[in-house]
């Protein structure tokens, strides 16, 4: 609920101005039970830095998040701690988010020694459970995670995330980094494990064919905003907001007879330190009226829950 994560910084190198840069800007959305909401936009538009204030990785600078009808945001250290088994994550560099000294055991117990601390023989158990749901040979329990490829590492930062049963999942890229013969399989795991164990997943990326894979709902951020939500069905044939329409064009369509005009963005995007007003869309939108300048278009349910945030939607 009006999710903020602002960052302060100085306006130059040599100046004491202080400017905050609103990398998450008042980002509101539900997550349903079980549901895979893929959340897109290009890099730099406030997506990982969303998924991370929701699990408080980064502490919100303001908003809400509402888990189970608790507010997850206003919880402290135990609380905080006991909650922290339901909401977990896995990153787009799967090496670089594990310990190179640890076996892949004692990174997967890791979170059950925080925890749960088990006696040791039923925390073997689990790991060797949750090393099979992952795919992982149980074999390899004491090896060292430099000698996993990619994908296998993949699924041992998975591994990790899923062994206290989590509710939430925040999927960060989590095959931008493999190679496309490997990022069909990893993705396939998550969509078995989420039947097997009725996780939700907000699942970033910046891939929409990936995207429109996995998910049940599509939410598209630009610059710190989220600028629509809706079904992906609803999304992929009829986006209504100009900046999803622009992401979609530029898909390949393997139809000659359907080929969409493809639109190309003017301009970079904008910095989140000064955004444009009105409008965070406005200096690059090709329907940009007067109003665009000067009037925030709230995200609005244009119908059936398809959410646009735009005075002239399509
Ligand atoms: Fe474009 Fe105006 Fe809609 Fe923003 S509000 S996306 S500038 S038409
Ligand atoms: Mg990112």
């Known amino acids: 609920k009006d999710l903020k994560k602002w960052f302060p910084a100085k306006k130059s190198p040599f100046s004491r101005e202080k400017v905050f840069i609103k990398a998450v800007d008042g980002v509101s959305f539900t997550l349903n039970e079980g549901e895979t909401l893929g959340v897109v936009g290009e890099s730099g ?4 830095t969303m998924g991370r204030s929701v ?8 908003g809400q998040v509402i888990f189970n009808g608790v507010d997850y945001t206003a919880l402290k250290d135990k609380e905080l701690r ?8 896995i990153f787009q560099d799967p090496y670089a988010s594990l310990d190179p000294r640890m076996t892949i055991g004692d990174i997967i117990a890791e979170p059950l020694d925080i925890q749960l601390k088990l006696p040791a023989k039923e925390r073997m158990q689990r790991v060797l459970e949750t090393m099979e749901r992952a795919g992982l040979n149980t074999r390899f329990v004491n090896r ?3 000698e996993f490829s990619g994908g296998q590492r993949q699924r041992i930062g ?3 995330a899923i062994v206290l049963n989590p509710k939430i999942m925040v999927c960060d ?3 931008s980094a493999l190679d496309v013969s490997i990022q069909a399989q990893v993705i396939n795991l998550l969509m078995d494990l989420q039947k097997e164990m009725g996780m ?3 699942f970033i990326s910046h891939d929409l064919s990936v995207i429109k894979h996995i998910s049940d709902r599509v939410a598209v951020m630009y610059l710190g905003h989220l600028v629509e939500i809706a079904d992906k069905k609803d999304i992929y044939a009829h986006p209504m907001h100009p900046y999803t329409v622009a992401l979609l064009s530029a898909i390949p369509v393997p139809d000659r007879k359907h080929k969409k005009e493809k639109i190309v963005l003017e301009g970079d995007l904008p910095s989140p330190a000064n955004p444009p007003s009105g409008c965070v869309f406005h200096t690059r939108c090709y329907k940009a009226q007067d ?3 000067t009037e925030v278009p709230e995200l609005k349910d244009c119908g059936n829950g398809h959410c646009c945030a735009c005075h002239f939607p399509e």
Do not use: F, M
Not at 45 to 48: D, F, I, L, M, V
Not at 56 to 62: F, I, N, Q, S, V
């Open 158 to 160: 998975i591994a990790r």
């Open 173 to 175: 890229e989590p095959v």
């Open 291 to 293: 109003i665009c300048k």
């Open 82 to 89: 006991d909650s922290r088994k339901d909401l977990q994550i």
């Open 55 to 62: 699990l408080r990785l980064l502490e919100p600078t303001g």
């Open 45 to 48: 538009c406030g997506k990982s």
């Open 200 to 202: 939700a997943y907000i």
């Open 144 to 146: 060292y995670p430099h």
